[in-house]
């Protein structure tokens, strides 16, 4: 397989494909829903749960690059250890992210409040981190990847 079509399958789907899938809610439901759609299926960091699949692949290709004796292993140790300590830092900042939004839920419906819909609220901290984590994750998934070919 050429490395276009790895990356197209590896680090497109799993990222663009479903943001992609959402847009097209726009010829039937105008762009404001598909938009509101798209912010929601990021929002409070849902993109990190990517970036952890993006990690365990690379992890997996890694030890199997091991098992085969192909490559440098020190390098190879060193790629496993960091993507499992990115997949393990984005899997602790996501269900952070998830406890703080539902318990900020949980209270404005316990004080019944008629504040804006908290969960409706895009944390720009999360989904920056989430798209910069998951980038980090697709960008050591393809160096690893070429560096094993």
């Not at 938009?35 to 992890?59: E, H, N, R, T």
């Amino acid at each position: 397989m050429n490395l276009f079509f790895w990356m197209l399958l590896n680090l497109g789907v799993p990222i663009v494909g479903p943001i992609f899938t959402l847009a097209l809610v726009a010829p039937t439901h105008g762009w404001r829903v598909a938009k509101a759609l798209i912010a929601a299926s990021v929002k409070d960091g849902q993109l990190f749960w990517c970036a952890i699949g993006l990690c365990a692949a690379a992890v997996y290709e890694a030890v199997t690059a091991l098992e085969r004796g192909s490559g440098v292993v020190p390098i190879l140790a060193f790629a496993i250890a960091g993507l499992c300590i990115v997949a393990f830092s984005c899997s602790t900042i996501v269900m952070s992210a998830l406890v703080n939004a539902h318990h900020d839920r949980a209270g404005t419906q316990a004080h019944n409040r008629r504040t804006p819909d908290v969960a409706g609220l895009l944390s720009p901290v999360a989904i920056g981190a989430s798209i910069f984590a998951t980038a980090v994750a697709a960008v050591l998934f393809a160096i690893l990847h070429v560096r094993l070919i």
